[in-house]
Structure formats: structure tokens, C-alpha cells
């Protein structure tokens, strides 16, 4: 019997163990980039889908595997690159695979993140029409490492340091337990040659200080702009490795799966608390607060409205968690709502002395009166800040 490479088992028993609780002909698709990550998951869901659930006792029985190529028109011949990723997918005998372009200048929350909202719904509008059950993203271990580097630097809390869940809706990652160096070698072993978006690499000659020492003074002058993400995975992680040993990465992994653990107890115990301190709607219309997202106040359903001492009596933890999640409630967006607005609402809670509302994240509104905490979207639903867009630095999470 001839030996598998290392690296494809590991990828295709990945993909295994989540194709494992789907049925005959459910249809799973693969987001393909023509990247090695991706490339590697759709070979690894080609050859897996034919055959789940074998074992020495049943033959198995087969799932369709398609994949959706997504084109954010981005860079000169993206429409070339996501072709030739279609057309290598079709090679592997993946069907159907289809070719579907992002509109990412509607979006909010900055360029990055209008590209990864676009991308997603992209995703979940093709997967809605062909009627899959699982779309499979291709990020890794290495990427996991890089999000919760990003998030401790935010300062964003146990929930970003969590990283990138291995499942949420239909998406599922089945190689957040892999390296990067592990889809380039499944790759090589499976004769597939990958594209490399030029946004994940550091400009040639580049150092790993961001400065640049000229006659003794420090040169901060910009250079070729380089995405955060792309410089944490060629500056920072590097350093790391050098500096603490190897195993910085998966030490990273751990790091967020404990975690996600704790988050969502901490996450469940929250929701609770934020059932409990709901009022009567009733009362929420008698302090004259308008729909939420409507044209003008004291129509219809005023929005949210918790009860103050109940919230006082909970733990910090719990109270700012679920206050986090009342913002959530009424449309902030999660990648906008940050610690100082929970900070603000906190303190309308145990800090009350007459302040005016806070100003939340989309042109939400929070403020207190009579021992509750309103908490309204904004009328027009138009977010706060300039307009302006430019096309996003990089298509990764």
C-alpha cells in the first residue's frame, strides 16, 4: 500500500470529522481562493465526500461537494486568479463550482471588514440558493494565532482573544488544527500549484522593525503599505519564535480554545442576566423613547429597556458582558462596540449622576432615567462618521 503524505491525512481527517454527521447527497461546499489553504481544503473535501462514514463495517456513502470562488475585483486580474481557482476545482471533481463577485463599497466598519461581510454574505446568498448544509473556510492554525495577536492588541477582551470559532451557522474551519506549512505541503503532494495574494507578503527587503535607522535617527517616512494582519504574520509572529522558542503558534491555539470555553459560559450566564433586568415595553413608550431605527420618537416599540438595580447587583464580569450584548441587540455592530462604550453604559449603571446618553456605535443611543437603561438605535440606521470608502487592504478574516 502506497504511504500518505503526513500532511494530506491530517488535512483529509480533518475534513472527515466534519463531513461525518451529514447525510447522503448533502451538498458541502469549499470557499476557494486559489491560495494554498483553501486549495488544499477543496482537494481534501474531493476526495473525502465520496466516501463518509467508511469504515472496516460499511462502504460509506457520498455528500456533493461543491465551491464558490468569490471575486472582490480588488487587484488587476483577480477575475483571471478566481477563473483558474474554479477551473482547478473542477479538476478535483468538485460540482458545482461557481464564480461569484463582492460588492464591498456598501459596507461598514472599514475596508477590511466591508470586504469580510461581502465575502460572507457572498457565501451564505450561494449557499442559500444551491440548498448547502456546510460551507468550509480554509483558515488555519497560523491564522488563528495572527486573529488572537490582533485582538490582544486591541485590548478586545476574552471574547477576540478567543479567535475564530471552528463552526458558526453553516461555516466550519476544519483546519484550525493545521499549519500553514501543512496545506502548502498537501499542495505539492497533490501537484496543485497555488496563487499567493501579494497583500499577505511584506514588501521586499523589508525588515522586522516597521522603522528604518538613517544616520543614527529614526526614519518613520511610510512605505509600501502593508495590511496589519500580513505584517503581525511576517514581523511579529517571527520574532516570537526567535525570542520565546517554537511552539509560539499552537501556544496561541490553546490559548484560544480555552478561551472560547470560558467566553461562552461567560456568554450563556450573560444572556440570563439581560433576560432578567428586560422591562415591561409598556414602561419603555411612558419615558417617550422612539422606535428603534424609526423616523421619529415615541413610536411604536421603543427599543430596549433594563432595569438598572438588577444590572447594579450582577457581577462587573456578567453586567458588562451583558450590557455588551444589549448594544448588540439593538444593531451595533460587534467589530465597533468596544470597551469604552460598555465602559460608558457601566456607568450609567453604578456611576449615575445625572449624565447626558451615550453615543453608541451606528448612531445608537443609551441613556437613564426613572432607574432604567434605554437603549435605542438610531433613527436613520446611518452610522456615525465619514462616508468615505477605499477598497480593502486584504481579503482574510
Same mark, same amino acid.
Given at each position: ?5 503526513? %500532511? ?16 447522503? /447527497? ?13 486549495? %488544499? ?8 465526500? *465520496?466516501?463518509?462514514?467508511?469504515? =472496516? +463495517? ?11 470562488? =468569490? ?24 460540482? !458545482? ?32 440558493? &444551491?440548498? %448547502? ?35 458558526? $451557522? ?8 493545521? +499549519? *500553514? ?17 501579494? @497583500?499577505?507578503?511584506?514588501? !521586499?527587503? /523589508? ?12 526614519d518613520r517616512s511610510p512605505g509600501p503599505f502593508t495590511p496589519l494582519r500580513s505584517q503581525v504574520r511576517g514581523r511579529v509572529l517571527p520574532v516570537l519564535e526567535d525570542t520565546l522558542g517554537p511552539g509560539v503558534v499552537e501556544a496561541l491555539g ?31 413608550? &411612558?419615558?417617550?423613547?422612539?422606535? #428603534?431605527? $424609526? ?7 421603543? $427599543? ?17 458582558? %451583558? ?14 462596540? @468596544? ?17 447626558? !446618553? =451615550?453615543?453608541? #456605535? ?6 437613564? &432615567? ?9 433613527? @436613520? $440606521? ?16
Amino acid at each position: 500500500m502506497a504511504r500518505v503524505d503526513p %500532511a494530506v491525512a491530517a488535512a483529509r481527517n480533518a475534513v472527515r470529522a466534519v463531513l461525518a454527521p451529514l447525510g447522503p /447527497d448533502e451538498l458541502v461546499l469549499v470557499a476557494c481562493s486559489g491560495g494554498a489553504d483553501s486549495l %488544499a481544503l477543496a482537494a481534501s473535501l474531493a476526495a473525502e465526500a *465520496r466516501r463518509v462514514g467508511r469504515s =472496516v +463495517r460499511s462502504r460509506g456513502y457520498a455528500v456533493r461537494a461543491g465551491a464558490v470562488v =468569490v471575486d472582490h475585483g480588488l487587484q488587476a486580474g483577480s477575475a483571471q486568479v478566481a477563473a483558474r481557482a474554479a477551473e482547478q476545482c473542477r479538476a478535483l471533481g468538485l460540482d !458545482p463550482v461557481v464564480v461569484r463577485d463582492a460588492d464591498w463599497s456598501s459596507g461598514a466598519g472599514g475596508p477590511e471588514a466591508a470586504a469580510r461581510d461581502a465575502r460572507y454574505a457572498a457565501l451564505e446568498a450561494y449557499a442559500a440558493e &444551491a440548498g %448547502a448544509t456546510r460551507v468550509l473556510l480554509g483558515h488555519t492554525l497560523d491564522d488563528q494565532a495572527e486573529q488572537v495577536l490582533l485582538g490582544l492588541a486591541r485590548g478586545a477582551g476574552a471574547r477576540s482573544l478567543a479567535g475564530m470559532p471552528r463552526e458558526r $451557522g453553516i461555516f466550519h474551519r476544519p483546519f484550525l488544527g493545521l +499549519r *500553514r506549512a501543512q496545506t502548502e505541503a498537501v499542495c505539492a503532494a497533490s501537484g496543485l500549484e497555488f496563487w499567493t495574494d501579494p @497583500t499577505n507578503l511584506l514588501p !521586499p527587503g /523589508d525588515r522586522t522593525s516597521p522603522t528604518r535607522v538613517q544616520h543614527g535617527a529614526t526614519d518613520r517616512s511610510p512605505g509600501p503599505f502593508t495590511p496589519l494582519r500580513s505584517q503581525v504574520r511576517g514581523r511579529v509572529l517571527p520574532v516570537l519564535e526567535d525570542t520565546l522558542g517554537p511552539g509560539v503558534v499552537e501556544a496561541l491555539g490553546r490559548s484560544a480554545d480555552q478561551l472560547r470555553d470560558d467566553a461562552d459560559l461567560l456568554d450563556a450566564l450573560a444572556a440570563g442576566l439581560l433576560d432578567e433586568a428586560r422591562t415591561d415595553p409598556a414602561a419603555q413608550a &411612558a419615558q417617550g423613547m422612539g422606535t #428603534p431605527g $424609526g423616523p421619529t420618537a415615541g413610536e411604536g416599540d421603543p $427599543g430596549l429597556v433594563l432595569d438598572a438595580g438588577v444590572l447594579e447587583r450582577a457581577h462587573p464580569a456578567l453586567r458588562r458582558r %451583558a450590557l455588551r450584548l444589549a448594544a448588540l441587540a439593538i444593531g451595533c455592530k460587534p467589530t465597533d462596540t @468596544t470597551a469604552r462604550h460598555v465602559d460608558a453604559l457601566d456607568a450609567l449603571v453604578v456611576s449615575w449622576s445625572g449624565q447626558g !446618553p =451615550v453615543h453608541l #456605535p451606528g448612531g445608537a443611543r443609551g441613556r437613564r &432615567a426613572c432607574g432604567s437603561l434605554f437603549l435605542r438605535a438610531a433613527p @436613520t $440606521g446611518i452610522s456615525d462618521g465619514g462616508t468615505g470608502a477605499r477598497p480593502p487592504s486584504t481579503t482574510q478574516e
